[in-house]
C-alpha cells in the first residue's frame, strides 16, 4: 500500500459513513455529496492529527521519562513561569484536575526525578510554590517544546480570514464535544439510578 493509500485508508476511519452506517449517530439524509466530502476531508485531517499528537505525546513522554499528567504538570508550570505567575500546588491541581493529595504524590515524584523544586511563597509563609528545574526546562524545550511549536507554521501559512474560520471552527467543535460529553454524562447518571 502506497503512502497516499495507507494516508486514505486511515483518513477513511473518521468518515462520516464508516461510523455513521445507519445513521445512528447523524441523520445525514439532507447533505450533498460535495458537502459530504468536505467534511470528510476535515474528519480524516482531524483523525490524522490526532494520531500525530498521540505518537508526539507518547515520544515525549519516553524521552522524558514521565506519564502524562507529569507532563501537562511541567507545561502549566512552565507556561506559568514564561508569564511571571506564581504556581502554588493548589492552584497546579485546579489546573490539571487531580486532588490535593495526588498532587502531593505527582510532586514528590517530579522533585525526587529532579524536575521540580518547592520553595517558600514569597508573600504567605503557610504556601509553598513550585518552579521547573533549569534541566528539565531545557530538556523539554528542546525536544517536546520544539516539536509542538511547530504548529506556529501551520497557522502562519494562513490566510487572516483563513486562521479566523480554522479559530471558529475548533471552538465549534470544541463546544458540540463538550455538550455531547455533558449529554453523555447525564444519560449515564440516570441509568445508573
Known amino acids: ?95 490539571i484536575g487531580i486532588s490535593a493529595a495526588s498532587t502531593t504524590k505527582l510532586l514528590d515524584r517530579l522533585e525526587r526525578g529532579g524536575h521540580v523544586v518547592r520553595h517558600p511563597h514569597p508573600s504567605d509563609r503557610r504556601a509553598l510554590t513550585v518552579t521547573v528545574t533549569q534541566e528539565t526546562r531545557r530538556a523539554a524545550t528542546g525536544s517536546v517544546g520544539r516539536q509542538q511549536a511547530r504548529r506556529f507554521y501551520a497557522a502562519a501559512r494562513l490566510t487572516s480570514a483563513e486562521r479566523e474560520a480554522v479559530a471558529r471552527f475548533l471552538d465549534d467543535m470544541a463546544n458540540e464535544l463538550l455538550e455531547g460529553s455533558k449529554a453523555w454524562h447525564e444519560s449515564q447518571t440516570e441509568v445508573s439510578h
Open 1 to 95: 500500500m502506497t503512502t497516499g493509500a495507507a494516508n486514505e485508508e486511515r483518513g477513511s476511519l473518521y468518515h462520516v459513513a464508516s461510523n455513521n452506517e445507519r445513521s445512528e449517530l447523524i441523520d445525514v439524509s439532507g447533505v450533498d455529496e460535495v458537502t459530504m466530502a468536505e467534511i470528510n476531508a476535515i474528519m480524516g485531517a482531524l483523525g490524522r492529527l490526532r494520531e500525530v499528537e498521540r505518537k508526539l505525546s507518547d515520544e515525549s513522554q519516553r524521552f522524558m521519562k514521565l506519564g502524562e499528567t507529569d507532563m501537562r504538570a511541567l507545561h502549566f508550570l512552565m507556561v506559568s513561569e514564561n508569564r511571571g505567575v506564581i504556581v502554588t500546588p493548589g492552584a497546579l491541581a485546579m489546573q
